[in-house]
């Protein structure tokens, strides 16, 4: 089953879509990842995207990103055909997306103020004392301290690496933010603390996320739906109940399994299409508040 014929019901309009895959095949010389698979992300939603280790949940991920070249198919992003889209209109795009990178990524020699301004040296025209004002604010909207902004990633904890990384992330206000497994290597704790700061920034910023995890509970806390990727493609997609429901051997054992919470169908699963409907009506006025 994929995101078109799985069956699963969706409260959704097809103009909520802001990100399309269709039908994409990659391949990395004779050895196919992904074969023909379909996939819609919806506006104002964190879905969260699993699969067993080596499936290709990052690649599909950097294949979005046009870090990966597909051989067939097509995506589509706030609209706009990939493939057939203007320098302009492509640069319009990279503009509104943000990536948090497995491990954080950031770069060593540079401070985490300078990371964080990183993509807005390469976008934005603007003064550098604008830049250090607006990187504080990301520090500030992350929940990190202000002194954190003169420090080197060599003298961050682990938690406090990916709080800079979600900063650079979010540095250009983007309307789509992609994170790649954002809570592991963290301490039960510090990932139960990331995952309530990555509701609150989509339920104040009118973020859609797009996480690729392996953490159950971050599944099951913060996640309005989730797609399931095997046999090289999306075997499943919709809400934690339809995941415990789904006849497959894989994911009955990841949802069942003895690492798994033990939740109630339609009881303890949390209902968040009001947060969701709350995220699609104020991300656009704050985007206008600046």
């Not at 301490?187 to 700061?197: K, N, Q, R, V």
């Not at 009118?206 to 999306?234: E, N, P, Q, W």
Request: charged share 25%; with cysteine.
């Amino acid at each position: 089953m994929n995101s078109t014929d799985n069956g699963q019901s969706r409260e959704q309009e097809p103009s909520d879509i802001i990100l399309s895959v269709k039908d994409v095949s990659v391949s990395f010389g004779r050895s196919s990842v992904l074969e023909h698979l379909n996939l819609d992300v919806y506006r104002g939603e964190i879905l969260g995207f699993v699969g067993a280790s080596g499936t290709g949940k990052s690649v599909l991920m950097r294949t979005i990103l046009g870090l990966n070249q597909k051989q067939h198919g097509n995506i589509s992003i706030f609209g706009h055909d990939i493939d057939h889209a203007t320098e302009q209109e492509k640069l319009s795009v990279d503009m509104r997306m943000g990536v948090l990178f497995q491990h954080g990524a950031l770069f060593s020699s540079l401070t985490v103020l300078e990371n964080i301004q990183v993509p807005m040296r390469e976008y934005l025209d603007i003064p550098h004392s604008l830049m250090d004002e607006l990187a504080r604010l990301k520090i500030d909207l992350v929940g990190l301290k202000p002194d954190t902004a003169e420090k080197f990633p060599s003298e961050l904890s682990g938690g406090m690496i990916k709080r800079a990384a979600l900063a650079r992330a979010l540095s250009l206000d983007p309307d789509i933010v992609f994170l790649d497994e954002p809570t592991s290597g963290l301490d039960p704790i510090g990932a139960a603390d990331f995952d309530e700061l990555i509701a609150n920034l989509r339920d104040t910023m009118g973020l859609t996320v797009y996480m690729v995890t392996h953490d159950l509970d971050s599944l099951f806390a913060v996640c309005d739906r989730i797609a399931v990727l095997g046999k090289k493609r999306v075997l499943v997609e919709g809400t934690i109940d339809d995941m415990l429901t789904f006849d497959d051997p894989w994911v009955q054992e990841y949802f069942h399994g003895k690492r798994a919470r033990q939740i109630v169908p339609n009881g303890s699963s949390r209902r968040k299409s009001d947060r969701v409907q709350s995220a699609r009506q104020s991300g656009p006025l704050l985007k206008e508040q600046g």
